[in-house]
């Protein structure tokens, strides 16, 4: 059962993306390297600096759009095993070469009823 203290990020995605995790062929998920995704992700330290790590968040939870809450069909959660930035990732999985990048490192997939 996951625990209430542990947090979760919460990500929709296009059906593309969600059927190739869903799969098992995705096994990361790219966010940009922006203020937002910054201020989301990361911790603040109080020098003023920002810590990226999976400290923030224990699991990420992929919906389908906007599905109602009570729909587990177009949910899944997984365990983040980690984050960190990276230049460009693998283009099939929707990342361009050049861009700056947060990658979510998938871990185990939790079912829906935890």
Known sequence: MINNCKKVLYLPL???WFDMI????K?????????????????????GSFECSKKKFSYVEFTLG?????????RM??????IYPQRGG?????????????????GTKMEMGD
């Open 14 to 16: 296009k059906k593309e």
């Open 90 to 106: 693998k283009t099939e999985w929707g990342a361009k070469s050049d861009e700056m990048y947060f990658v979510i490192k998938l």
């Open 66 to 74: 906007y599905p109602k809450k009570n729909d587990i069909s177009k």
């Open 27 to 47: 096994t990361e998920e790219y966010r940009l390297m922006n203020d937002f995704w910054t201020k989301r992700i990361c911790t603040k330290a109080k020098d």
């Open 77 to 82: 959660r997984f365990e983040i095993s980690a």
């Open 22 to 25: 869903a799969s098992g062929v």
